[in-house]
């Protein structure tokens, strides 16, 4: 077999790999995987018992403990820093006291903007850290929640603590 023979078979295996890929690349382009509507496992979240109001648990809560628990699963998805951009969800500094779906650069779901008239205060967030489907069925975050009131409380004060001005 002589060199132009080999580069001919080369060139033709190479544009198949090529016409392949640019195939596959076209096809889920044009044809995008849709999301399922729900998880295809369910994530058990067993009930805390409750250690009274959550106005009570988030006075005595820990910003640290709550800075922790939102870098591990919160920062993955949201900036936290005044001026930061919304990631997969909006930026969460200063939110406590905003009202419920209405963070300026961000679109939010139809079943959070039915809460619009609500404000983010520590009885909303713990309802919505405990499960956001839960709170506003519908809603495009897929975040299971955070089954400790405990923990829902630290998450609250450390974003009571993201706010230039500290909210009543």
């Given at each position: ?5 080999l ?14 890929g ?5 096809a889920?382009?044009?044809v995008?995987?849709p999301?399922?509507a729900?998880?295809?496992v ?8 409750a250690?009274g109001?959550i106005?009570?648990?988030v006075a005595?809560?820990?910003?640290e403990?709550?800075?922790?628990i939102a870098?591990r699963?919160?920062?993955?998805c949201?900036?936290m820093?005044p001026g930061g951009p919304a ?6 500094y200063?939110?406590?006291g905003t009202h419920v779906g209405d963070?300026?650069g961000?679109?939010?779901s139809?079943a959070?903007k ?6 983010w ?6 309802r919505?850290?405990?499960g956001?489907a ?7 975050m ?10 829902r409380?630290?998450?609250?004060a ?5 706010h230039p001005e500290?909210?009543?």
């Open positions: 077999m002589d060199s132009a023979r580069n001919r078979l080369g060139a033709a295996c190479l544009l198949a790999v090529l016409a392949v640019a195939s596959w690349g076209i889920h382009t044009a995008p995987e999301l399922p729900r998880s295809g369910a994530i058990p979240r067993p009930e805390v018992p250690g109001s106005d009570e648990l005595g809560a820990s910003v403990k709550g800075r922790a870098d699963q919160c920062a993955m949201h900036s820093g990631i997969i969800g909006p930026n969460l200063g939110v406590v963070i300026p961000y679109e939010f139809d959070l039915a809460h619009k008239d609500e404000t205060t520590n009885a909303t967030l713990s919505w850290l405990g956001p839960d709170y506003a069925p519908g809603t495009k897929s975040f299971p929640g955070i089954a400790s009131e405990t923990d409380a630290d998450v609250i450390y974003l009571r603590s993201l500290k909210p009543e």
